[in-house]
């Protein structure tokens, strides 16, 4: 059976790599089989926080489906059509528009993409969204 991969976060300071999680690392890879790895580093980016899809589905997508009618799931499928769709070839080679995830979006990404949706849910339905608690920022990155 294939393990599955495994992402850590680690530093690079003074051109050497820093891993705070080195023993849970070191423990993870235990239990693999011996076998040739792929090692990648690449920048840190952060992806969306818990907070800020709790604020889009808890306050924005749940307003706009009581003014609406809709339920929020089908409303955030028609926001990522919206905005944040892309052009795909389908098998006979037609291009069609396809609605793409949302869970892999970097804060900032994320951000603009709530802040589209609340536009239309002001423009379109008349709503004003309640700004995010401090708590609840979704629009703030902390890197570490």
């Known amino acids: 059976m294939k393990p599955k991969p495994l992402i850590v976060q ?8 820093k891993v705070p999680t080195r023993k849970f690392l070191l423990a993870a890879l235990k239990g693999w089989p011996d076998m040739a790895v792929d090692l990648e580093i690449r920048p840190f980016e952060e992806t969306r926080r818990a907070r800020a899809n709790r604020y889009y589905w808890g306050v924005v997508l749940k307003m706009m489906a009581a003014e609406s009618g809709h339920s929020a799931e089908d409303l955030h499928e028609q926001m990522k059509m919206r905005h944040n769709s892309r052009m795909v070839a389908d098998f006979a080679g037609d291009l069609r528009r396809l609605p793409a995830s949302t869970t892999k979006m970097t804060v900032a990404e994320f951000s603009t993409y709530i802040e589209a949706v609340m536009l239309d849910g002001a423009e379109y339905l008349g709503l004003t969204f309640p700004e995010p608690r401090a708590s609840e920022e979704y629009r703030e990155a902390v890197h570490g």
Do not use: K, N, S
């Not at 680690?10 to 790599?17: F, K």
């Open 10 to 17: 680690a530093r690079v300071e003074g051109g050497e790599l």
